[in-house]
Protein backbone atom coordinates (compact mmCIF):
# COMPACT_ATOMS: atom_id res chain seq x y z
CA UNK A 1 0.00 0.00 0.00
CA UNK A 2 1.31 3.69 -1.00
CA UNK A 3 1.44 6.07 1.04
CA UNK A 4 1.55 9.38 -1.47
CA UNK A 5 2.59 13.00 -1.11
CA UNK A 6 3.09 15.95 -3.72
CA UNK A 7 4.31 19.44 -3.99
CA UNK A 8 2.76 22.94 -4.10
CA UNK A 9 0.34 23.79 -6.92
CA UNK A 10 1.51 27.15 -8.95
CA UNK A 11 0.23 30.20 -7.66
CA UNK A 12 -2.23 32.51 -9.77
CA UNK A 13 -4.79 35.08 -9.18
CA UNK A 14 -8.26 34.27 -8.89
CA UNK A 15 -11.33 36.73 -8.19
CA UNK A 16 -14.83 35.08 -8.58
CA UNK A 17 -17.39 37.31 -10.24
CA UNK A 18 -20.31 34.75 -10.07
CA UNK A 19 -22.48 37.24 -12.05
CA UNK A 20 -20.35 37.56 -15.61
CA UNK A 21 -19.82 33.76 -15.16
CA UNK A 22 -23.92 33.42 -15.03
CA UNK A 23 -24.32 35.94 -17.82
CA UNK A 24 -22.38 33.85 -20.05
CA UNK A 25 -23.49 30.35 -19.01
CA UNK A 26 -26.17 29.79 -22.02
CA UNK A 27 -23.78 30.59 -24.62
CA UNK A 28 -20.44 29.50 -23.38
CA UNK A 29 -20.44 25.88 -21.56
CA UNK A 30 -21.35 23.08 -21.83
CA UNK A 31 -20.65 23.77 -25.71
CA UNK A 32 -21.08 19.43 -27.34
CA UNK A 33 -21.32 20.95 -31.08
CA UNK A 34 -18.84 23.17 -31.82
CA UNK A 35 -15.41 24.38 -30.27
CA UNK A 36 -11.83 24.17 -30.45
CA UNK A 37 -12.21 20.52 -27.40
CA UNK A 38 -15.12 19.09 -29.26
CA UNK A 39 -12.78 16.46 -31.07
CA UNK A 40 -11.39 14.90 -27.94
CA UNK A 41 -14.12 15.31 -26.08
CA UNK A 42 -16.73 13.37 -28.79
CA UNK A 43 -13.86 10.80 -28.52
CA UNK A 44 -13.87 10.50 -25.07
CA UNK A 45 -17.83 10.25 -24.94
CA UNK A 46 -17.54 6.88 -27.69
CA UNK A 47 -15.33 5.10 -26.01
CA UNK A 48 -17.07 5.64 -22.71
CA UNK A 49 -21.06 5.25 -24.15
CA UNK A 50 -18.80 1.94 -25.66
CA UNK A 51 -17.68 0.52 -22.93
CA UNK A 52 -19.51 1.61 -19.67
CA UNK A 53 -21.86 -1.65 -19.64
CA UNK A 54 -23.55 -3.13 -16.38
CA UNK A 55 -20.69 -5.98 -16.10
CA UNK A 56 -18.23 -3.11 -16.41
CA UNK A 57 -19.18 -1.07 -13.58
CA UNK A 58 -20.16 -4.22 -11.67
CA UNK A 59 -16.13 -4.97 -11.82
CA UNK A 60 -15.14 -1.89 -11.22
CA UNK A 61 -17.24 -1.71 -8.23
CA UNK A 62 -15.19 -4.93 -6.87
CA UNK A 63 -11.72 -3.56 -7.96
CA UNK A 64 -12.19 -0.07 -6.08
CA UNK A 65 -14.39 0.14 -3.48
CA UNK A 66 -12.38 -1.92 -1.03
CA UNK A 67 -10.19 1.16 -0.83
CA UNK A 68 -7.14 -0.59 -0.46
CA UNK A 69 -5.38 1.12 -3.06
CA UNK A 70 -2.97 3.68 -1.65
CA UNK A 71 -3.10 5.93 2.14
CA UNK A 72 -3.33 9.67 1.09
CA UNK A 73 -4.36 12.74 2.92
CA UNK A 74 -7.40 15.04 1.18
CA UNK A 75 -5.29 18.06 0.03
CA UNK A 76 -2.32 15.70 -1.72
CA UNK A 77 -5.24 13.87 -3.50
CA UNK A 78 -6.35 17.60 -4.62
CA UNK A 79 -3.40 19.17 -5.48
CA UNK A 80 -2.33 15.72 -7.63
CA UNK A 81 -4.88 17.15 -9.76
CA UNK A 82 -2.70 19.77 -11.07
CA UNK A 83 -1.42 16.45 -13.37
CA UNK A 84 -4.93 16.05 -15.08
CA UNK A 85 -6.79 17.89 -18.15
CA UNK A 86 -10.08 16.66 -18.16
CA UNK A 87 -11.14 15.34 -21.29
CA UNK A 88 -14.59 15.46 -21.63
CA UNK A 89 -14.94 19.02 -20.48
CA UNK A 90 -15.19 20.88 -23.34
CA UNK A 91 -15.06 24.40 -21.32
CA UNK A 92 -11.78 24.10 -19.74
CA UNK A 93 -8.07 22.88 -21.12
CA UNK A 94 -6.36 23.47 -17.49
CA UNK A 95 -5.51 21.04 -14.67
CA UNK A 96 -8.56 20.24 -12.46
CA UNK A 97 -6.85 21.26 -9.28
CA UNK A 98 -7.63 24.95 -10.58
CA UNK A 99 -11.43 23.95 -11.09
CA UNK A 100 -11.72 22.70 -7.71
CA UNK A 101 -10.37 25.85 -5.86
CA UNK A 102 -12.35 28.11 -8.08
CA UNK A 103 -15.98 26.24 -7.28
CA UNK A 104 -14.76 26.12 -3.76
CA UNK A 105 -14.09 29.85 -3.45
CA UNK A 106 -17.90 30.30 -5.75
CA UNK A 107 -19.53 28.40 -2.87
CA UNK A 108 -18.20 30.41 0.32
CA UNK A 109 -18.56 33.79 -1.87
CA UNK A 110 -22.68 32.47 -1.91
CA UNK A 111 -22.76 30.23 1.18
CA UNK A 112 -20.04 31.64 3.75
CA UNK A 113 -22.36 29.96 6.80
CA UNK A 114 -22.21 26.44 5.04
CA UNK A 115 -18.56 25.29 5.45
CA UNK A 116 -19.31 21.88 4.16
CA UNK A 117 -20.50 22.86 0.99
CA UNK A 118 -17.27 24.40 0.12
CA UNK A 119 -15.37 21.56 0.92
CA UNK A 120 -17.69 19.52 -1.41
CA UNK A 121 -17.04 22.40 -4.20
CA UNK A 122 -13.17 21.52 -3.16
CA UNK A 123 -13.10 17.50 -3.40
CA UNK A 124 -15.78 16.74 -5.65
CA UNK A 125 -13.66 16.18 -8.50
CA UNK A 126 -10.97 14.06 -6.04
CA UNK A 127 -12.30 10.78 -7.54
CA UNK A 128 -10.29 11.71 -10.82
CA UNK A 129 -7.06 10.52 -9.05
CA UNK A 130 -8.55 7.30 -10.96
CA UNK A 131 -6.85 8.71 -14.30
CA UNK A 132 -3.85 8.99 -12.51
CA UNK A 133 -3.34 5.80 -11.58
CA UNK A 134 -4.39 3.21 -14.03
CA UNK A 135 -7.89 3.98 -15.33
CA UNK A 136 -8.27 5.43 -18.64
CA UNK A 137 -10.57 9.07 -18.77
CA UNK A 138 -13.85 7.45 -20.44
CA UNK A 139 -14.14 5.27 -17.20
CA UNK A 140 -13.04 8.19 -15.01
CA UNK A 141 -14.60 11.43 -16.32
CA UNK A 142 -17.80 12.89 -18.10
CA UNK A 143 -21.33 13.05 -17.54
CA UNK A 144 -23.22 10.01 -16.10
CA UNK A 145 -25.97 7.47 -16.49
CA UNK A 146 -27.26 4.39 -15.55
CA UNK A 147 -26.26 1.27 -16.62
CA UNK A 148 -28.98 -1.53 -17.28
CA UNK A 149 -31.57 0.37 -18.82
CA UNK A 150 -32.89 2.60 -21.30
CA UNK A 151 -30.28 5.73 -22.71
CA UNK A 152 -32.19 8.94 -22.16
CA UNK A 153 -32.64 11.35 -24.98
CA UNK A 154 -30.72 14.19 -23.09
CA UNK A 155 -27.08 11.83 -22.38
CA UNK A 156 -24.78 13.41 -24.36
CA UNK A 157 -23.86 12.23 -27.76
CA UNK A 158 -26.65 9.65 -27.34
CA UNK A 159 -27.85 9.44 -31.27
CA UNK A 160 -24.39 8.14 -32.33
CA UNK A 161 -22.18 6.79 -29.32
CA UNK A 162 -24.04 3.55 -27.89
CA UNK A 163 -24.08 1.67 -30.91
CA UNK A 164 -21.73 -0.98 -29.99
CA UNK A 165 -22.11 -0.91 -26.51
CA UNK A 166 -23.70 -4.71 -25.89
CA UNK A 167 -26.35 -3.62 -23.08
CA UNK A 168 -27.99 -1.71 -25.77
CA UNK A 169 -28.91 -4.72 -27.75
CA UNK A 170 -29.94 -6.42 -24.60
CA UNK A 171 -33.77 -7.04 -24.00
CA UNK A 172 -32.72 -7.31 -20.39
CA UNK A 173 -31.41 -3.39 -19.98
CA UNK A 174 -32.58 -2.06 -23.07
CA UNK A 175 -36.34 -0.80 -22.21
CA UNK A 176 -37.13 2.08 -19.77
CA UNK A 177 -36.81 0.19 -16.54
CA UNK A 178 -34.40 -2.31 -17.50
CA UNK A 179 -32.83 -4.09 -14.28
CA UNK A 180 -34.88 -1.75 -12.01
CA UNK A 181 -37.82 -1.67 -10.57
CA UNK A 182 -40.01 1.97 -10.94
CA UNK A 183 -39.12 4.14 -8.23
CA UNK A 184 -36.29 1.84 -6.85
CA UNK A 185 -34.01 4.89 -5.60
CA UNK A 186 -30.87 6.21 -7.43
CA UNK A 187 -29.03 4.07 -4.48
CA UNK A 188 -30.15 0.81 -5.90
CA UNK A 189 -29.20 2.26 -9.66
CA UNK A 190 -25.91 1.05 -11.17
CA UNK A 191 -24.03 4.48 -12.46
CA UNK A 192 -21.61 4.74 -15.23
CA UNK A 193 -18.58 4.18 -13.26
CA UNK A 194 -16.32 7.43 -12.42
CA UNK A 195 -14.78 9.74 -10.04
CA UNK A 196 -18.63 11.13 -8.34
CA UNK A 197 -19.05 7.23 -7.43
CA UNK A 198 -15.51 6.19 -6.59
CA UNK A 199 -14.73 9.28 -4.45
CA UNK A 200 -18.30 8.96 -2.37
CA UNK A 201 -17.42 4.78 -1.71
CA UNK A 202 -13.85 6.20 -0.62
CA UNK A 203 -15.34 9.60 2.05
CA UNK A 204 -18.05 5.99 3.08
CA UNK A 205 -14.99 4.03 3.81
CA UNK A 206 -13.37 6.42 5.68
CA UNK A 207 -16.24 7.85 7.71
CA UNK A 208 -15.76 11.27 6.63
CA UNK A 209 -18.63 13.17 7.73
CA UNK A 210 -19.99 15.42 5.30
CA UNK A 211 -23.74 15.82 5.58
CA UNK A 212 -26.19 13.80 3.21
CA UNK A 213 -26.67 16.69 1.10
CA UNK A 214 -23.26 17.14 0.45
CA UNK A 215 -22.38 13.45 -0.16
CA UNK A 216 -25.33 13.54 -3.10
CA UNK A 217 -23.72 16.41 -4.19
CA UNK A 218 -20.63 14.04 -4.54
CA UNK A 219 -22.45 10.90 -6.09
CA UNK A 220 -24.46 12.45 -8.58
CA UNK A 221 -22.98 16.23 -9.39
CA UNK A 222 -21.89 14.66 -13.10
CA UNK A 223 -25.47 13.12 -13.63
CA UNK A 224 -26.16 16.01 -15.58
CA UNK A 225 -29.63 13.78 -17.40
CA UNK A 226 -31.09 14.16 -14.06
CA UNK A 227 -30.34 17.30 -12.09
CA UNK A 228 -30.15 19.35 -15.43
CA UNK A 229 -32.83 17.61 -17.73
CA UNK A 230 -35.17 15.94 -15.79
CA UNK A 231 -34.53 12.27 -17.41
CA UNK A 232 -34.36 8.93 -15.05
CA UNK A 233 -37.07 10.43 -12.83
CA UNK A 234 -38.92 7.21 -12.84
CA UNK A 235 -36.01 5.72 -11.37
CA UNK A 236 -35.97 8.05 -8.43
CA UNK A 237 -37.84 7.93 -5.21
CA UNK A 238 -38.93 10.51 -2.56
CA UNK A 239 -35.56 11.07 -1.07
CA UNK A 240 -33.53 11.72 -4.10
CA UNK A 241 -35.94 14.03 -4.83
CA UNK A 242 -35.52 15.55 -1.84
CA UNK A 243 -31.80 16.02 -2.44
CA UNK A 244 -32.23 16.86 -6.45
CA UNK A 245 -32.05 21.12 -5.15
CA UNK A 246 -29.18 20.68 -3.30
CA UNK A 247 -27.61 18.69 -6.48
CA UNK A 248 -29.01 21.46 -8.49
CA UNK A 249 -27.49 24.78 -6.80
CA UNK A 250 -24.07 22.84 -6.48
CA UNK A 251 -23.99 22.79 -10.51
CA UNK A 252 -24.04 26.43 -10.48
CA UNK A 253 -21.37 27.04 -8.82
CA UNK A 254 -18.89 23.41 -10.78
CA UNK A 255 -20.00 24.55 -14.09
CA UNK A 256 -20.17 28.65 -13.56
CA UNK A 257 -17.19 29.24 -12.09
CA UNK A 258 -14.76 27.54 -14.57
CA UNK A 259 -12.88 31.13 -16.04
CA UNK A 260 -9.24 31.27 -17.10
CA UNK A 261 -8.74 33.31 -13.66
CA UNK A 262 -7.12 30.84 -12.17
CA UNK A 263 -6.46 30.78 -8.28
CA UNK A 264 -4.21 31.58 -5.58
CA UNK A 265 -3.66 28.04 -3.81
CA UNK A 266 -0.98 28.70 -1.59
CA UNK A 267 -2.59 31.47 0.00
CA UNK A 268 -6.18 29.46 0.30
CA UNK A 269 -4.76 26.32 1.41
CA UNK A 270 -4.83 27.48 4.93
CA UNK A 271 -8.57 27.95 5.33
CA UNK A 272 -9.45 24.60 3.48
CA UNK A 273 -7.07 22.48 4.85
CA UNK A 274 -9.15 23.83 8.36
CA UNK A 275 -12.31 21.83 6.59
CA UNK A 276 -10.50 18.79 5.64
CA UNK A 277 -9.34 18.69 9.28
CA UNK A 278 -13.06 19.08 10.50
CA UNK A 279 -14.86 16.50 8.15
CA UNK A 280 -12.47 14.32 6.71
CA UNK A 281 -8.88 14.13 8.76
CA UNK A 282 -5.64 12.56 8.46
CA UNK A 283 -4.79 9.71 6.21
CA UNK A 284 -8.19 8.37 4.55
CA UNK A 285 -7.90 4.95 2.67
CA UNK A 286 -8.21 4.91 -1.54
Known amino acids: MRVIHVGPDPSLTYRPNLEKDEAKKKEDYRNFETGSLFDRVFRTYKLMHTNQTV??????????????????????????????????????????????????????????????????????????MLGLWE??????????????????????????????????????????????????????VLMSWGHDEYLYRVLKFNNCSIPEEGMYMIRFHSFYPWHSHGDYMHLCNDRDLQMLPWVQEFNKFDLYTKTTELPDVEKLKPYYQSLIDKYCPGTLKW
Not at 63 to 84: G, K, P, R, S, V
Open 135 to 188: EPQWAVVGDTFPVGCQYQKSVVFRDNTFLDNPDDKNANYNTEYGMYEPNCGLNK
Open 55 to 128: DFVKQKLSQWTACNHTQMEMMDAILALNQLVDESDPDVDFPNSFHAFQTAEGIRQAHPDKDWFQLVGLIHDVGK
